[in-house]
């Protein structure tokens, strides 16, 4: 059977018999693959530390059955580290991959533009770039893009109309005009449209200079959003903490 190469970034992991794991990887090439890692809950594996949760790594697969098998890790980038250090990073992060493995549903189908956007948002946790809460909020709004999902911040997410508009619809998929706005709408501040609008445009100079109160709210209507179309919540997001702004890196 043939083998071959790819960089990705290990979105989970579990346990198989004494020593192994099954390691569940987004790829930049072959989408997301499912493989076996062995040995590597060993003290003396040469890469177990490798294959943890946010590591960015160049794997090379060898192809099985049911199950790749792990036959060599680099190290590409080492996130795992730094989020894994900071409660507000590692709820983030976990919301992050879990996504992406929703998302991602079908496994060995290219989802170029899901790797390179988690990629990025990985990369901003473990440097610390931005608040944690605005590059999870930022990276799900760009994901649900990516997959179809689109939400509307300036023209009426039913009819077209140009805004400004006043009422969102989770349901509609973004902001509704007055004509179209149907039962149960929210009514955000336009500042928190504003703020979610430059979230999806990764227009970081607005994002990181919007105050508190409006993040809490974008952080709000973006989880409604994420349930609505995943048709259940992310477990990891109810952890995250919304409320207390993250300590950027100086």
Request: glycine share 8%; charged share 20%.
């Amino acid at each position: 059977m043939p083998s071959y190469r790819d960089d990705a970034l290990v979105l989970r992991t579990q346990k198989l018999g004494e020593a192994d794991r099954i390691v569940t990887l987004l790829t930049r090439e072959h989408g997301k693959v499912r493989a076996v890692a062995k040995g590597v809950r060993r003290t003396s594996s040469r890469f177990g530390a490798r294959l943890e949760p946010f590591m960015h790594v160049d794997v090379q697969l060898h192809v099985g059955r049911s199950l790749d098998v792990v036959q060599q890790v680099d190290t590409v980038g080492a996130y795992a580290r730094p989020i894994c250090e900071d409660y507000g990073l590692y709820t983030a992060g976990a919301a992050m991959l879990e996504a992406a493995d929703r998302l991602v549903d079908a496994e060995r189908e290219p989802a170029t533009q899901q790797y390179w956007l988690l990629t990025g948002g990985l990369a901003a946790l473990g440097e610390r770039a931005h608040d944690a809460t605005l590059v999870l909020n930022s990276y799900l709004l760009r994901a649900f893009a990516v997959a179809g999902w689109a939400p509307s911040f300036a023209e009426c997410a039913r009819c077209g109309q140009p805004g400004p508009h006043t009422a969102f619809s989770v349901q509609a998929g973004g902001v509704v005009c007055g004509r179209c706005r149907p039962p149960g709408s929210a009514s955000p501040a336009p500042e928190t449209l504003a703020l979610l609008g430059a979230l999806l445009a990764g227009d970081w100079a607005e994002a990181d200079g919007a105050d508190q109160r409006h993040r809490t709210e974008a952080a709000g209507l973006v989880a409604a959003f994420t349930q609505f179309h995943l048709e259940r919540s992310l477990r990891a997001l109810r952890h995250v903490d919304r409320t207390v702004p993250h300590r950027l890196a100086p």
